[in-house]
């Protein structure tokens, strides 16, 4: 992955993660944990779609994301950088 940022979205509820992928990139895995717990695989989206609007929220809880590309081939890459959002 080139580059993933992330915001918050209060009047729609929602934060949202973007990023921009090479072409050998076929799909992304979003691993997501709330506050203090152990980052787990969350979704597996095509890496098309650009970006993922998470609404599976709770208030005043902070939020951390990371991205994993899987190549084309199957292989996967490493994770992006560690996003951290309060909701």
Excluded: C, H, M
């Excluded at 890459?77 to 560690?82: A, H, M, N, V």
């Amino acid at each position: 992955l080139l580059d993933v940022t992330g915001r918050v979205e209060r009047d729609q509820n929602s934060v949202l993660i973007f990023w921009d992928a090479d072409q050998k990139v076929g799909t992304v895995q979003l691993y997501r944990a709330k506050g203090e717990e152990k980052l787990s695989l969350y979704k597996t989206i095509d890496v098309a779609e650009g970006q993922f609007e998470d609404k599976q929220l709770i208030l005043n809880n902070e939020y951390r994301y990371r991205l994993r590309p899987v190549l084309l081939n199957g292989i996967k890459g490493k994770f992006s950088r560690e996003i951290k959002l309060s909701y």
